[in-house]
């Protein structure tokens, strides 16, 4: 069942861009990196994190919203190039997802992560220093930026890997979109 709502979710996707093509409306550019739908219904990982406040917790997981995980960091400059696009799906879907953007940067960059990300004040700051999130994720991620998106039930749905994402694109609302048609 769950892989048929995967194939649904792709070709409603698609579906999207057809649309949008046949419309005669421009299309905008959206540079998507590899999406895997591999690993469909994995559960997220507890994994706590480093928060604003300098303390450990889980990242938050309001029930009943889809969540967005954004894994980067400020020497990888695919993720810095996203982020501004990532602040903005957030505010554009403000209330019906989570979104969290967890830097990898060391403890010793944090000031530098912090000060980054602080350009973009709608985003929450997490951090995770030794990379442990990065490897409680089935499978472990090895390249960044990677988001995963999962469902109001903290299952995974896909999985972006390395690249640049437009994620205030028509590609990833229709993505958006039909997670929170199920909710």
Not at 76 to 94: D, H
């Amino acid at each position: 069942m769950r892989r048929r709502s995967v194939a649904t979710l792709v070709s409603t996707l698609l579906a999207s861009v057809a649309y949008t093509l046949a419309s005669g409306a421009e299309p905008q550019k959206v540079p998507l990196p590899s999406i895997s739908t591999e690993f469909a219904g994995t559960q997220e990982p507890n994994t706590k994190l480093l928060n604003s406040r300098d303390k450990w917790e889980p990242l938050p997981r309001p029930a009943g919203k889809p969540m967005i995980v954004n894994i980067w960091a400020t020497w990888c400059g695919g993720c810095v190039k996203e982020m501004p696009t990532l602040a903005a799906l957030e505010k554009n879907y403000k209330g019906r997802i989570t979104l969290a953007a967890v830097s990898i940067d060391e403890m010793s960059d944090r000031g530098q992560a912090r000060t980054f990300l602080s350009k973009f004040p709608n985003l929450v700051f997490y951090q995770d220093p030794k990379g442990q999130l990065s490897r409680d994720i089935t499978p472990a991620v090895k390249a960044y930026p990677t988001t995963v998106i999962y469902d109001k039930n903290g299952h995974e749905v896909a999985r972006l890997l390395g690249g640049t994402t437009d994620w205030n694109s028509l590609t990833v609302h229709a993505i958006i979109d039909k997670l929170l048609a199920k909710t």
